[in-house]
């Protein structure tokens, strides 16, 4: 059997990496590699390669930088040319990004069947391109693997037939089990940081809605410059909200205030998140995350896909209307603790989905 998995950003290489290790560990199955090239930086993409381990792609298009049309459309036309060299059983896709919904839509008008892994989430905020980028994979795909119950549910609501639809956990649990122990070893990065366990807030925005909205950009970095008063704000930068900081001339300020770092490795970020005293974010992986190690979230966004974390009492919602409604919500739940939750599985959803891909 042969799969062809597609990645392309950042948590794109999180997700697939434990689900091409096993299934390169398998009799019989060949794993073919395409990097879109989305995400290009080398703290964006060549670190997670190295430091993770993951096989070199067997492809890397290079398509980054460019509009939502410009890379999607670039994508679907490389894909496709790979497709037919490849002829692959299965294309694997993740996530919400245009590399995930490049991939569903090359392979489905070829006929070849497609798996998506983090299906049925929905923030039903249509003005998010990820929103749009899952509805088509989901509608487009032969193979739904929901990560939690909530997403399941999601896919019954659009009338998804049942039979394609599989609850197997969230492969990011699945990663920050595996993860997070190792870089309990191995990461230095709060000495290096001179970061002290529970003593700062780690923050990280990136999400188009904030950094393209002067407005809300602004509220969420004068709201952390307010947090950062009291307990140092540390801030791992994506590059798009660096260039957007740098298009109004914030980013001096920013600097002065905030501990802005470069983004970091997975396991330098697992550390990160694991010794904070809160977590600030609009980040969807990162919300996760931040519950795994029972540490609190404040979330930038209206709304969010991971609702069980809100209604558990671990994930609060700070809408970045203006700067004190953010700095309020951070300072006042820095000691919250949820209830425990058993919505993402149990570690296991790796082997549930290489399984399942083996036995269609
Ligand atoms: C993308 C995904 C988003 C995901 C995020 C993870 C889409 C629509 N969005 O958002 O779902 O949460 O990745 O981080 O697919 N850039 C660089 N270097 C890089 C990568 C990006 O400079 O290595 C800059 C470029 O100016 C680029 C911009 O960031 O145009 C946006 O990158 P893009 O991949 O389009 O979207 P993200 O905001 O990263
Ligand atoms: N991450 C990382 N280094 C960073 C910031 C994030 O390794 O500097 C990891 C984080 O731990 C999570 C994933 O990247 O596993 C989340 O990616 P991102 O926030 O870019 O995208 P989203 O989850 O919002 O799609």
Redesign the pocket.
């Known amino acids: 059997m042969r799969v062809l998995t597609v990645v392309g950003?950042?948590?794109q290489f999180?997700?697939a990496v434990l689900i091409s290790k096993s299934l390169r560990s398998k009799e019989g199955v060949r794993e073919v590699l395409l990097h879109t090239g989305q995400?290009y930086d080398a703290?964006?993409s060549n670190?997670?390669f190295e430091q993770l381990n993951i096989p070199e792609p067997d492809y890397y298009l290079g398509i980054g930088g460019g509009t939502h049309g410009q890379n999607t459309g670039r994508m679907i036309e490389a894909i496709e040319e790979i497709l037919l060299k490849e002829h692959p059983d299965w294309v694997l896709v993740y996530?919400?990004?245009d590399s995930t919904l490049a991939g569903a839509l090359a392979a489905v008008k070829l006929h070849i069947p497609v798996a998506h892994v983090e299906a049925g989430l929905r923030s039903f905020n249509r003005h998010m391109p990820?929103e749009i980028n899952r509805v088509l994979t989901d509608h487009a795909a032969d193979l739904l693997f929901a990560p939690t119950p909530t997403a399941v549910e999601n896919l019954r609501q659009e009338g998804l037939p049942e039979s394609r639809v599989r609850w197997v956990g969230d492969v990011?649990y699945d990663?920050?089990l595996h993860f997070g122990r190792l870089a309990d070893r191995v990461s230095t990065v709060l000495k290096r940081l001179d970061l002290e366990s529970r003593g700062y807030v780690l923050a990280?925005v990136?999400?188009a809605e904030n950094t393209d909205e002067p407005a809300r950009l602004k509220a969420v970095f004068e709201g952390l410059s307010q947090v950062a008063a009291e307990l140092p704000v540390v801030l791992?930068?994506?590059p798009r909200t660096r260039k957007a900081l740098e298009r109004l001339g914030w980013l001096e300020r920013a600097r002065e205030r905030l501990r802005l770092?470069?983004?970091?490795?997975?396991?330098?970020?697992?550390a990160?998140?694991k010794n904070a005293r809160l977590i600030a974010?609009?980040?969807?992986?990162?919300?996760k995350?931040a519950y795994f190690f029972g540490v609190p979230c404040v979330t930038l966004r209206d709304e969010t896909e991971w609702v069980e974390l809100v209604e558990a009492g671990w994930n609060f919602l700070a809408p970045p209307h203006d700067a004190e409604t953010v700095a309020r919500l951070i300072l006042s739940n820095l000691n919250a603790h949820g209830r425990p939750i058993k919505a993402y599985g149990d570690g296991h959803a790796v082997e549930r989905i290489v399984s399942e891909l083996i036995r269609q």
Request: aromatic share 4%.
């Open positions: 950003a950042r948590p999180i997700k995400h703290e964006m670190i997670f996530g919400d990004t990820e990011m990663a920050a990280t990136h999400r791992p930068l994506h770092i470069e983004p970091v490795g997975y396991l330098d970020m697992m990160l998140e974010t609009d980040s969807g992986g990162v919300q995350e």
